[in-house]
T-cell receptor, first 109, second 110 residues
Framework: KNEVEQSPQNLTAQEGEFITINCSYSVGISALHWLQQHPGGGIVSLFMLSSGKKKHGRLIATINIQEKHSSLHITASHPRDSAVYICAVGPNRDDKIIFGKGTRLHILP | SQTIHQWPATLVQPVGSPLSLECTVEGTSNPNLYWYRQAAGRGLQLLFYSVGIGQISSEVPQNLSASRPQDRQFILSSKKLLLSDSGFYLC?????????FGPGTRLTVL
């Protein structure tokens, strides 16, 4: 079992839909990151969470430490939101950042 | 199979000293190479990326520089470290889209 699991792997939705991407982890964490990667581009950090909820524009990230689960929500999705979204946890005590495999999101106009 | 190496794994340096972190990739040719940093309490930040030998793009102005002297070698440097340079540095490579990350270097500047 991977230490960081994301679901779904792929998601296609219509413009305007509310999007949820989930991340579950099995290790102790200092922080959880949500990252975004556009095709051919570098990875950019969207959120870093250690508890609670954060909001930035149309993006919302939540984390439940007890359940070891985080969600990334996109409200009023737009084709420019199409990207790969990656959940990552750490650095942990071994100084490792553990990455999920990513969720490929495609928003249709 | 492809492998990415970073060294050193940990480094403690005084303020004002120089820095050289090295990243090498095995098993692939002409990869895109990236340097990221995670500073304490902050998310991952893309510092530099390179699409080929001698081609470096900087994402943010800072005290650091990068070089790519060989196809599969990417070096992160500084002439004079600042306290704010402390953090966890990750090298990554990609050929198409998916990026693969190295083990990271923990840099502490005192």
């Amino acid at each position: 079992k991977n230490e960081v699991e994301q679901s779904p792997q792929n998601l296609t939705a219509q413009e305007g839909e509310f999007i949820t991407i989930n991340c579950s982890y099995s290790v102790g964490i200092s922080a959880l990151h949500w990252l975004q990667q556009h095709p051919g581009g570098g990875i950019v950090s969207l959120f870093m969470l250690s508890s609670g909820k954060k909001k930035h524009g149309r993006l919302i990230a939540t984390i439940n430490i007890q359940e070891k689960h985080s969600s990334l929500h996109i409200t009023a999705s737009h084709p420019r939101d199409s990207a790969v979204y990656i959940c990552a946890v750490g650095p942990n005590r071994d100084d490792k950042i553990i990455f999920g495999k990513g969720t490929r999101l495609h928003i249709l106009p | 199979s492809q492998t990415i190496h970073q060294w050193p794994a940990t480094l403690v340096q005084p303020v004002g000293s120089p820095l050289s972190l090295e990243c090498t990739v095995e098993g692939t040719s002409n990869p895109n190479l990236y340097w990221y940093r995670q500073a304490a309490g902050r998310g991952l930040q893309l510092l530099f990326y390179s699409v080929g030998i001698g081609q470096i793009s900087s994402e943010v102005p800072q005290n650091l520089s990068a070089s790519r002297p060989q196809d599969r070698q990417f070096i992160l440097s500084s002439k004079k470290l600042l306290l704010s340079d402390s953090g966890f540095y990750l090298c990554a490579w990609s050929v198409v889209v998916t990026q693969y990350f190295g083990p990271g270097t923990r840099l502490t500047v005192l």
